[in-house]
């Protein structure tokens, strides 16, 4: 016959090893919150390079444009005619002209593509400001011989230029 009784013979509940149910759950929370803010911040700032990035190719554009007019007298006469933002600091075509020829042995070739912070040469420096139906770009690059050029617009009007 069995035994009926409920003495578990002297012995204590059962002792629970390692961590416990309520831990693991926290740990789980814990580690999908850091993934989905990562996942966030990462998107995020991806998403912000894109959009400078877009931004800035339109005046790189310009300024390779902007570079190839400056190597003729012609081209630069045009420039300056389609840009009378230039006025302020080359006040006649005459002296836009000699700025030119004295900047045309420092002047190379830009590249097509703009180049990526990820090269280990940093040879350019964009500042983008915009509001209130304005906007302002300015834009520097640095030539291998260490000269540089510096060209700014403002909605989409060259205003400046100058090389160093």
Excluded at 54 to 73: C, F, G, N, P, Y
Excluded at 77 to 83: E, G, I, P, W
Excluded at 107 to 129: D, K
């Amino acid at each position: 016959m069995t035994d009926a009784s409920w003495d578990n013979g002297g012995f204590g509940p059962p002792v629970r090893r390692g961590v416990p149910a309520w831990a693991k759950v926290l740990l789980g929370c814990g580690v999908a919150a850091v993934l989905l803010l990562a996942t966030c911040v990462g998107g995020g700032l991806y998403g912000l390079s894109r959009l400078s990035r877009s931004m800035k190719h339109q005046e790189w554009a310009q300024l390779r444009v902007l570079t190839e007019e400056l190597q003729t007298d012609a081209g630069t006469r045009s420039l300056y005619a389609r840009n009378p933002g230039l006025a302020a600091d080359y006040p006649t075509e005459a002296s836009f002209l000699a700025a030119a020829e004295s900047w045309r042995p420092r002047l190379e070739p830009i590249p097509e593509a703009m180049p990526s912070l990820f090269t280990g040469r940093i040879a350019y420096n964009v500042r983008i400001r915009a509001g209130e139906g304005h906007r302002q770009v300015e834009l520097r690059y640095r030539y291998d011989s260490g000269a540089w050029i510096l060209a700014r617009w403002e909605d989409g009007k060259l205003v400046g230029l100058s090389v160093h």
